[in-house]
């Protein structure tokens, strides 16, 4: 088993934020990095480039929902900014999920294609939303399973879902389909809205390739600390740092 990096959510208002956080972090190490729509809106690709500049991966967590044609368009937008992946919403269609894919194939190197991950029900969701909002007569959890088949159906690298469905999903449709995971709180934090959480350790346990994890580090008083206590549990305390 080798040492994963937890993907930081940067869900920060504005760049001078972001450079104030960075710089709490041993420059030497490489993050992996969640810019959300929050960030994005509001700095444009600019913010994408200074990242990466420093040497950091990108996680594009736009999310992206629309017609088939208006997705497809946006992710060859999103191509240029070399990002390691992107994330589309699964209630979009499987003609959306193909669409997006088949550009991503079309109009990307091999070497640096982004991943391109669906959305299938987010963490904040729960049983309840599932029923009265969504009107699914199912359980939240066969919801998950039925968009990751899709998902991969449609050619899609993987899934974005909560760590406490990834052991289905896996057994169902294979390891190397992805499962990342947000919705990580380490024992003691406070849920803020998430629903369907796990430890980074559960998470890790459960099999999940990737864990984003936010406020847990962006809201504590010494991130680059909570960092690495959360990046040692996710890796079953085990492993050295890098
Ligand atoms: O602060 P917290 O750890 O809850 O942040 C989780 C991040 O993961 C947020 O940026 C949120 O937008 C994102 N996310 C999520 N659930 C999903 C997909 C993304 O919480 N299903």
Known sequence: MFEKRPIIALDLPNKEMVIRFIQKFDSRKKLFLKVGMELFYKTGPSIIDYLQNLGHDIFLDLKLHDIPNTVKKAINSLLSLNVAILDIHATGGFAMMKEAKQIIQDNANASNRPK????????????????????????????????????????????????????????????DF??????????????????????????????SDYIVI???????????????????QWNLDGLNYE
Do not use: F
């Not at 039925?146 to 406490?164: E, F, M, P, R, T």
């Open 178 to 207: 992805l499962c990342l995971t947000p919705g990580i709180r380490p024992a003691g934090n406070k849920n803020d809205d998430q629903k369907r959480i796990m430890t980074p350790r559960q998470a890790r346990q459960n099999g």
């Open 116 to 175: 391109l991950l669906a959305i299938t029900q987010l963490t904040s969701t729960s049983q309840n939303d599932v029923q009265t909002i969504q009107l699914i007569d199912k359980t939240l959890e066969e919801s998950v399973l039925n968009y990751a088949i899709w998902a991969k159906k449609a050619g899609l690298d993987g899934v974005v879902c909560s760590a406490q469905e990834v052991k289905k999903i896996k057994q169902i449709l294979g390891l």
């Open 214 to 232: 936010g406020r847990p580090i962006t809201q504590s008083s010494d991130p680059e600390k909570k960092y690495l206590e959360i990046k040692h």
